[in-house]
């Protein structure tokens, strides 16, 4: 069975960082694109970022530059390093995975960042 939780949301001022941790169970983590998503209050979950088994990597126009998205296959783990936070990426942030042979995809339950001062 498939089990993804985050990690790491907290509260931080506007310019601080965070580390979000991704800990996967259950599957071949190699055989999965994984990704982080975000949904703030009242807004639809958008894409933050994703990195595929063979490490290339995309990020949304509003966090490149700031979030580095990493895995590591060995602890069946996956990070998000946000720097330079802003209010406006205050939001519950979702681990992803994607089955790259079935497209079959599962979420985790979400941790809380919120940016404020």
């Known amino acids: 069975q498939v089990q993804l939780v985050e990690s790491g949301g907290g509260l931080v001022q506007p310019g601080g960082s965070l580390r979000l941790s991704c800990t996967a169970s259950?599957?071949?983590?190699?055989?999965?694109?994984m990704g982080w998503y975000r949904q703030a209050p009242g807004k639809q979950r958008e894409l933050v970022a994703t990195?595929?088994?063979?490490?290339?990597?995309s990020y949304a126009a509003s966090v490149k530059g700031r979030f580095t998205i990493s895995r590591d296959h060995a602890k069946n783990l996956m990070h998000l390093q946000m720097n330079s936070l802003k209010p406006e990426d205050t939001a519950v942030y979702y681990c992803?995975?994607?089955?790259?042979?079935?497209?079959?995809?599962?979420w985790g339950q979400g941790t809380q960042v919120t940016v404020s001062s």
């Open positions: 992803n995975a994607r089955d790259s042979r079935s497209f079959r995809v599962y």
């Open positions: 259950g599957m071949a983590f190699n055989n999965y694109a």
């Open positions: 990195m595929t088994s063979g490490r290339m990597t």
